[in-house]
């Protein structure tokens, strides 16, 4: 009887772990991809308006167009593919530290699992 109760209790805690580790995983990455957003149209923008400082007014204009637009309307633009670019052309380069987090998280979560069932400590029910 106690043994079936410890089971479910580590079953229980390995769960939660795992849906917090998932949620810590989601959050990262939408703090992440916000970031990134950011930083590239502002790149974005820095480079048009040093190119064309006669232009800011414009820019900022079609910035703000941009953010007011809704999202089936810019998921349904494929302007640049027109001139040969694809998605992968803008992917950043932080996708591998993304894996990494992921196995370390994995890891993490399952040693824990393995640590408290007493899989590793050799004790039995």
Known sequence: MIVR???KVVLFLSFVICFISTVSILAFWMHEYR???L?????LCQIIIEDY???ET????SLKKYHTDTDQEIQS???LAQYGYRDSDFVPDSQQKFFILVGVVFL??????FFQSGICTGVTG
Do not use: G
């Open 77 to 79: 633009n494929d302007f």
């Open 53 to 55: 400082p006669d232009a």
């Open 108 to 113: 993490v979560t399952v040693c824990t699992f």
């Open 5 to 7: 109760k410890k089971q």
């Open 39 to 43: 930083t590239y149209v502002s790149k």
């Open 35 to 37: 970031q990134n957003s």
């Open 58 to 61: 414009q820019v900022l204009s």
